[in-house]
């Protein structure tokens, strides 16, 4: 009995150094995706260590897995820094974003069922709720439009079959939004309102060429809603690095 006790103990504590792992991980990276931290910005133990109430080695470990992902970099004795921003990083993502969605979206519509079209209208609709939300409180709202226009781009191309195309068009995603938020840091209000209302344009336009099985439309609107995007990051996202 004793040893079954230090056992289950064993898993309770391994499993909430786990979870503390992974709660740091996910937080350090959301704060690098939404513009907490700038391009550039030196990584530092102890500041880290403080911000997130975490052990030296929580946080390598999260370091580790954003220098994987390169949305870190580390510097050999220089130490760690956020990855830096150029613009031919970000024509790079553009790029490959529009490869990958527009053939995920027609793979998508080949074999898209009514399920399909349910969960497609139930993606645009909390989409919708959260882009008039923003218009309230930019700041309190801003996570929520960014998970749910996330979630309505994946929906649109989830039937494509291909975990490998979902997987890197997710990656593609979120350095893309990385780029998003630096831009969104350094307009004015009516610029801000300008690019929401356009884009909330777009996602609807979106919506209904998908839901009408209009394959070729819909490629079309992704990939202007896609290259707006990112001249909107490019003419708001100086270089960090050359």
């Not at 390598?60 to 390169?70: G, K």
């Not at 993502?93 to 529009?98: A, D, G, H, K, Q």
């Not at 218009?135 to 494509?160: K, M, N, P, S, V």
Request: charged share 25%.
């Amino acid at each position: 009995m004793a040893n079954n006790s230090y056992f289950s103990q064993d898993l309770v504590d391994t499993s909430s150094t786990e979870r503390l792992a992974e709660a740091v991980y996910l937080q350090l990276r959301q704060d690098i995706l939404f513009g907490v931290y700038e391009p550039g910005t030196k990584l530092k133990l102890s500041d880290l260590k403080r911000r997130y109430e975490a052990s030296a080695n929580t946080i390598r470990e999260a370091l580790a897995r954003l220098v994987a992902e390169r949305l870190v970099e580390t510097e050999g004795q220089r130490g760690t820094s956020v990855a830096p921003t150029t613009q031919a990083e970000l024509h790079d993502i553009t790029e490959t974003r529009l490869l990958l969605e527009s053939q995920a979206a027609r793979l998508s519509l080949a074999v898209a069922d009514l399920n399909w079209e349910g969960d497609v209208m139930a993606a645009h609709y909390k989409l919708a709720k959260s882009e008039n939300l923003i218009f309230e409180d930019f700041e309190q709202y801003r996570h929520l439009l960014e998970q749910c226009d996330g979630e309505f781009h994946r929906t649109i191309i989830a039937g494509c079959e291909s975990q490998w195309i979902l997987r890197l068009h997710a990656v593609i995603y979120d350095h893309m939004l990385r780029y998003r938020s630096q831009a969104l840091k350094v307009i004015d209000e009516a610029q801000r309102t300008s690019m929401l209302q356009r884009a909330q344009q777009e996602h609807l336009m979106i919506r209904d060429a998908a839901l009408k099985k209009d394959t070729d439309k819909l490629v079309t609107l992704l990939e202007l809603h896609i290259r707006n995007g990112k001249e909107f990051a490019q003419s708001h996202t100086p270089n960090t690095a050359v």
